[in-house]
């Protein structure tokens, strides 16, 4: 997006970069969307976040979708650290948050070529998580091996930092 917008000749930082860059994303998102009428076992990414104290979010992102770009890293920085300075209105604070991608639950799914599913999880979903992630990857228990994975699992000081910023967690 940032080469689009370079390409337009908007500096990153000017009003009408910011509208295109939140257009684009909603457009994604809703694309995205349009394939869940799919029935078939997805892979990719998911990030839960704080709607308030008490409430979560899942956000997902289907390789089928998104390809390569369905890694954390990417996906934080060019959605999910906008949607949240958006959420708690700290637009002023989206270059900040942009720097803690891994201070909220995530996860992954891996399709191999044999059928076998794979699900890891960093142990800090919310209830219910669950259920609600293999609904929206159309996940049955067949096939499926569920694991805590360190590699999911959140950073201290990306929560903290977040916290700080404002983010309830």
């Known amino acids: 997006m940032t080469n689009f917008l370079k390409q337009l000749n908007i500096a990153l930082q000017d009003p009408l970069a910011q509208t295109i860059q939140t257009s684009i994303r909603h457009y994604e998102q809703e694309k995205a969307k349009t394939l869940t009428e799919s029935t078939q076992p997805q892979a990719g990414i998911y990030y839960w976040l704080p709607i308030n104290q008490n409430q979560w979010k899942l956000y997902v992102f289907w390789e ?3 390809g390569t770009k369905a890694i954390h890293a990417i996906i934080w920085h060019e959605y999910l650290a906008q949607e949240l300075a958006e959420l708690y209105n700290l637009k002023d604070k ?26 890891w999880h960093g142990g800090d979903q919310p209830p219910d998580w669950l259920e609600q992630v293999m609904k929206e990857f159309n996940l ?4 499926l091996e569920i694991i805590q994975h360190q590699h999911e699992q959140p950073n ?14």
């Open 94 to 119: 989206t270059k900040e948050i942009i720097q803690y991608p891994y201070g909220l639950p995530r996860g992954r799914i891996f399709k191999t070529k044999d059928g076998k599913i794979t699900l």
């Open 64 to 66: 089928e979708f998104y």
């Open 156 to 169: 201290p000081t990306h929560q903290e930092k977040l916290k700080q910023l404002g983010i309830p967690l």
């Open 140 to 143: 049955t228990k067949e096939n």
